[in-house]
């Protein structure tokens, strides 16, 4: 099945710092999404991609669709200590199921 | 305007014992699924439904059964409760198939011991 490798795994970096995180896939998808969680929460919506090198911010935050769509990346600019959480991709392929394939996540922690 | 809403919050099983985690949302939306979240693995999808009176599996459906007998409600049921079903359950949902719009309830963490 489609599976979705993201990394790094973990990050643990200074408050100001810029942080990136990517998610690559065997498998073409025609959308790629970027979630946040929480502690006790469930997952929340970062960004939405929905085109082939199509860059999107929201804020602090852009993340880009990969070229090959097999890949995406997530970049954070000035963390804070807010921004503490674990971030993952999802995708979601051709079929109209709404089904969404997940990574692994990337926890963060932000030293103040 | 509750969004998705889960229940219980927490529970505590001994193996060999069933239950229902229930999940209702109350925004008309089509599709609705299960995940469970597990250290390192991400979420992975358990079974769906793109309607009432339609489900279909995901990756890890064994052990688990659902139904969708209203738009509102997709109960997640364990038939026979086993420690690797220790995991947080998730419960989502969709207006369509773009999955964008999915809302995520709060989570059930489940422990079986």
């Known amino acids: 099945g489609q599976q979705l490798n ?14 990136s995180m ?3 896939s065997s498998s073409i998808f025609n959308t790629w999404l970027w979630y946040k969680q929480e502690p006790g929460e469930g997952p929340v919506l970062l960004i939405a ?3 082939a090198g199509e860059l999107t911010s929201n804020g602090r935050l852009t993340a880009q669709f990969g070229i090959t769509r097999k890949d995406s990346f997530l970049n954070i600019s000035a963390s804070i200590p807010s921004d503490v ?11 109209n199921t709404g089904k969404l394939i997940f990574g692994q996540g990337t926890t963060l922690q932000v030293k103040p | 305007n509750a969004g998705v809403t889960q229940t219980p919050k927490f529970q505590v099983l001994k193996t060999g014992q069933s239950m229902t985690l229930q999940c ?3 925004m008309n939306h089509e599709y609705m699924s299960w995940y469970r979240q597990d250290p390192g693995m991400g979420l992975r999808l358990i079974h769906y439904s793109v309607g009432a009176g339609i489900t279909d599996q995901g990756e890890v459906p064994n052990g688990y ?4 007998s209203t738009t509102e409600d997709f109960p997640l049921r364990l038939l026979s409760a086993a420690p ?5 359950y998730f419960c989502a949902s969709s207006f369509g198939q773009t999955p964008a719009g999915y809302t995520f309830g709060s989570g059930t963490r489940l422990t079986v011991v």
């Open chain 2, 24 to 26: 209702a949302q109350d």
């Open chain 1, 49 to 51: 991609l929905y085109k």
């Open chain 1, 85 to 95: 959480g674990i971030y993952f991709c999802a995708g979601h392929g051709s079929s």
């Open chain 2, 65 to 68: 059964n659902v139904s969708r």
């Open chain 1, 22 to 24: 990517n998610c690559t």
């Open chain 1, 6 to 19: 993201q990394s790094p795994q973990s990050m643990f970096i200074q408050e100001g710092e810029d942080v």
């Open chain 2, 84 to 88: 690797s079903q220790t995991s947080v």
